[in-house]
């Protein structure tokens, strides 16, 4: 089991550049991979990018793809989300998301339902 807490959330300028991170509990993290999702008022939850136990292997979502980096460092447990080039339609909730399972392929690893374990979120605000 895996307990999972983000951080690093905040209110940005559009145009400005955040890092989430999400730190988690337990000797197997590398055995997770990890998700991040992000949920908007009124709107169902969203993949937004996704990384491989190992950190050889990302997925991103189309809306994220060359302005959001995911990246991990197993030694301290902790998986991040670098946010450039904000815009004011990234304002949302984001989670982050551990998922066990041995293989890591998309369109699976986009799929709310794949991931077991889930931080508390941390809002992120880009204003105009």
């Known amino acids: 089991q895996v307990q999972l807490v983000e951080s690093g959330g905040g209110l940005v300028q559009a145009g400005g550049s955040l890092r989430l991170s999400c730190a988690a509990s337990?000797?197997?993290?590398?055995?997770?991979?990890m998700g991040w999702f992000r949920q908007a008022p009124g709107k169902e939850r969203e993949f937004v990018a996704a990384i491989s136990g190992s950190g050889g292997s990302t997925h991103y979502a189309d809306s994220v793809k060359a302005r959001f980096t995911i990246s991990r460092d197993n030694a301290k447990l902790t998986v991040y989300l670098q946010m450039n080039s904000l815009k004011p339609e990234d304002t949302a909730i984001y989670y982050c998301a551990a998922d066990q399972r041995p293989y890591f392929v998309y369109p699976q690893s986009r799929r709310v339902a794949q991931y077991g374990y889930w931080g508390q979120g941390t809002q992120v605000t880009v204003s105009t």
């Open positions: 337990g000797r197997t993290f590398s055995e997770y991979n």
